[in-house]
């Protein structure tokens, strides 16, 4: 079924955040958070930066559910406090994904191409004309 969540990406205190949300709302993550060693090539990542979170979901009300990751160290350059959130959409169907991504990122910056990725989602995020950050993940295979 499609959802949209708030994907939020912190500098190493997602583990944390994520922690104090979990305690605020008194739900609990539907999986273990994914981390970045569990990432193909993570072998020439630091013990510290294997240890960070690749991904968390936690439902708080109504449905909604925030998603967190921690941004690598090489991309904290560009990293800015308050522009830090994505709506992310999850289409029932591929060809809906590819639907909504042309027309939300449509005079915007892509940033990557809508693509099938390692966890199996077809992914893929921008900035619209309006400087809000979209993430567009589908799990369907059609």
């Given at each position: 079924m499609?959802?949209?969540?708030?994907?939020?990406?912190?500098?190493?205190?997602?583990?944390?955040?994520?922690?104090?949300?979990?305690?605020?709302?008194?739900?609990?993550?539907?999986g273990e958070p994914m981390r970045m060693r569990d990432v193909p090539g993570a072998s020439e990542m630091s013990e510290e930066e294997g240890n960070q979170i690749m991904h968390v979901m936690l439902p708080i009300l109504g449905g909604h559910v925030l998603m967190g990751t921690d941004v690598?160290?090489?991309?904290?350059?560009?990293?800015?406090?308050?522009?830090?959130?994505?709506?992310?959409?999850?289409?029932?169907?591929?060809?809906?994904?590819?639907?909504?991504?042309?027309?939300?990122?449509?005079?915007?910056?892509?940033?990557m191409p809508l693509q099938v990725m390692f966890w199996g989602g077809y992914y893929g995020a921008f900035t619209d004309k309006f400087g809000?950050?979209?993430?567009?993940?589908?799990?369907?295979?059609?």
């Open positions: 499609a959802r949209t969540s708030t994907y939020l990406n912190f500098c190493g205190t997602t583990e944390a955040a994520f922690s104090f949300y979990r305690s605020v709302f008194g739900t609990d993550f539907p690598p160290a090489s991309m904290q350059p560009g990293f800015v406090v308050g522009t830090n959130v994505s709506i992310n959409l999850e289409p029932d169907t591929r060809e809906e994904a590819e639907r909504l991504f042309a027309a939300l990122s449509e005079g915007g910056e892509v940033s809000i950050s979209w993430m567009m993940n589908c799990e369907s295979k059609t």
